[in-house]
């Protein structure tokens, strides 16, 4: 099996007002992938990567009382 590492950073922007605000952001989270090879274990941690960076996402909108 190869494992493979992803590191992730997003940041979610409220641009309604005069200049950008920050509302929500992720910066070098690391995810790990296992696959049968490299190119498996790295879908494997980009899907991880995506999923649970945007549960965090969202719970820190939700923490910060953000509606959608």
Do not use: Q
Not at 21 to 30: E, H, I, Y
Not at 37 to 60: H, I, Q
């Amino acid at each position: 099996l190869k494992k493979v590492t992803v590191d992730v950073t997003a940041k979610i922007s409220d641009l309604a007002g005069k200049f950008p605000k920050t509302l929500a952001s992720v910066a070098g989270v690391p995810y790990y992938g296992l696959g049968e090879n490299e190119e498996v274990a790295r879908r494997n941690a980009l899907n991880a990567a995506a999923k649970k960076s945007a549960v965090d996402l969202v719970n820190k909108l939700r923490v910060k009382g953000v509606k959608p």
